[in-house]
């Protein structure tokens, strides 16, 4: 590991700068069908002004850039694949920047990690974030669940980078000779969010941060044990399949039953410090905006959504009082994007409802996932082929008979069949969908089905909310 300049103070002045007014970070990503994007994303030193616990609207569209910014492209070699975060935190006005394994063929349990450093009103921020896309092999990690209580891939991946993260920290309180405090801000998109939401709160744990602001994206289950923890806020896409998955272990409340969810309020300051017993909802401090602005759905982590952290739930096209205003708000971003303005499908999204809710009845546990999904998906993302969708399938009915309880086998004879009646239901209806503007023709069937979970759809989604 590089070293770090021989004191913060220093740095700050050579190579950090401040960003004392908001300025436009222009950054590229990977989206949709592994199509790249550029957008420009607010940036300032002043979002950190308040306190963590008060969620900012505009840290939330800065995050979002920083997250995206860490993306793998197809199109780079593996020596330049850090660059596009490279240039997002420098123009953030971080120095001291590290890059850990973007030069590295990725693996299961492996994950691109970046940070940075800067003073801010005497506090010395770390800027950490994760690749969240285009990794390749760590997808075999995602489908590795484990049988414990916390997903052993993100697990795993987890600790692979807070090595680096304690190292980086304790070399920084090491060449500060003033002892300011040590605050983190960490960003995240998909999997690197779930990573991500298990680092953080063992570097608060072992009390190597005193604070962190934590914005992360589309952020899966990861825990059957999820706890408060002041400062990381997920923010999800209520249709986002990826962010609905967990088991019946958690509890069976989803994005999408929002009436059991609670508004958030501007004013309520002690709803986000720490100490929630099991269950208790959470209303968060939503910083900045207009009431309205900030009446989105929350409810805390804990036995909830299998999220560290408290969930904010993003409006969409149908939970919007004003619904003109809000496409409106989708179809200035998807102009700066040159893309299509996404619609929501209610076919697809009504088909991942059933299928999660299916998932619930089969797996009770991660252990259930493990035992009964695992194999087969790992095989059949090895082998996309016709031939791999048999192997996996023939894994598959071989786990159910011996893993799966026979008061269970009917649901899955229900579930199988389901699944077999929508692809030919999709087949059959692919060009009324695409003339209603719910599937885009020049892409597979795969990315059209996942898209609520791609990154245009929470750039819009994000700039549209705010």
């Not at 306190?51 to 910014?69: I, P, R, T």
């Not at 780079?76 to 120095?95: D, I, S």
């Not at 692979?160 to 920290?169: A, K, M, N, Q």
Request: net charge positive; aromatic share 10%.
């Amino acid at each position: 590991m590089q070293h770090l300049s021989d004191s913060i103070s220093q740095t700050t002045d050579e190579g950090a700068t401040c960003v004392a007014k908001p300025v436009l970070i222009k950054t590229s990503y990977v989206s949709i069908g592994c199509l790249k994007r550029q957008f420009s994303f607010p940036f300032s030193d002043s979002f950190f002004d308040n306190s963590s616990s008060e969620f900012s609207s505009d840290l939330a569209k800065a995050s979002l850039g920083l997250a995206v910014s860490a993306d793998r492209f197809p199109d780079l070699p593996l020596e330049r694949q850090h660059e596009g975060v490279k240039n997002f935190l420098e123009r953030a006005g971080f120095a001291n920047l590290r890059f850990f394994r973007y030069d590295t063929a990725p693996t299961e349990f492996t994950a691109a990690l970046a940070m940075g450093c800067k003073l801010i009103k005497n506090s010395v921020f770390v800027a950490i974030t994760l690749c969240g896309n285009g990794y390749g092999d760590e997808w075999i990690g995602n489908l590795t669940a484990g049988k414990g209580t916390v997903h052993q891939g993100f697990e795993e991946a987890s600790e692979c980078v807070l090595s680096d993260i304690r190292e980086y920290l304790r070399e920084i309180k090491e060449k500060d000779a003033e002892g300011r405090r040590v605050k983190i801000w960490a960003a995240g998109y998909s999997r690197a969010s779930a990573i991500l939401s298990l680092a953080l709160p063992a570097l608060l744990d072992a009390s190597l941060c005193g604070e962190v602001y934590a914005y992360l994206f589309a952020t899966p289950f990861s825990t059957e044990n999820a706890k408060s923890v002041p400062g990381m806020f997920n923010i999800l896409n209520p249709d986002d399949p990826f962010a609905n998955i967990r088991p019946k272990s958690v509890s069976s409340d989803s994005l999408e039953s929002r009436s059991h969810c609670h508004k958030a309020r501007n004013g309520n300051k002690s709803a986000m410090h720490g100490g929630l017993d099991s269950g208790q909802s959470v209303v968060a401090v939503m910083g900045g905006g207009s009431d309205d602005d900030c009446e989105h759905f929350i409810y805390n982590g804990k036995n909830g959504s299998g999220r560290n952290g408290a969930d904010i739930i993003l409006k969409t096209e149908d939970t919007v009082s004003d619904k003109d205003g809000f496409i409106r708000k989708v179809r200035e971003t998807a102009d700066e994007l040159h893309c299509a303005t996404y619609r929501i499908s209610p076919q697809i999204n009504g088909f991942f409802n059933t299928v999660l809710r299916y998932l619930r009845e089969l797996c009770f546990s991660l252990a259930d996932f493990s035992d009964i999904f695992e194999e087969p998906l790992i095989a059949f993302y090895k082998n996309h082929g016709i031939k791999g969708g048999i192997k996996a399938c023939r894994i598959l009915r071989k786990n159910v008979k011996k893993h799966l309880p026979k008061e269970r086998r009917k649901i899955f004879t229900s579930f199988f069949c389901f699944i077999l009646k929508n692809a030919l239901f999709f087949y059959g209806k692919k060009k009324r969908l695409i003339k209603n503007g719910e599937w885009i023709a020049s892409q597979r069937a795969d990315t059209n089905i996942l898209r609520e979970h791609a990154g245009d759809m929470y750039v819009l989604r994000v700039f549209a909310n705010w």
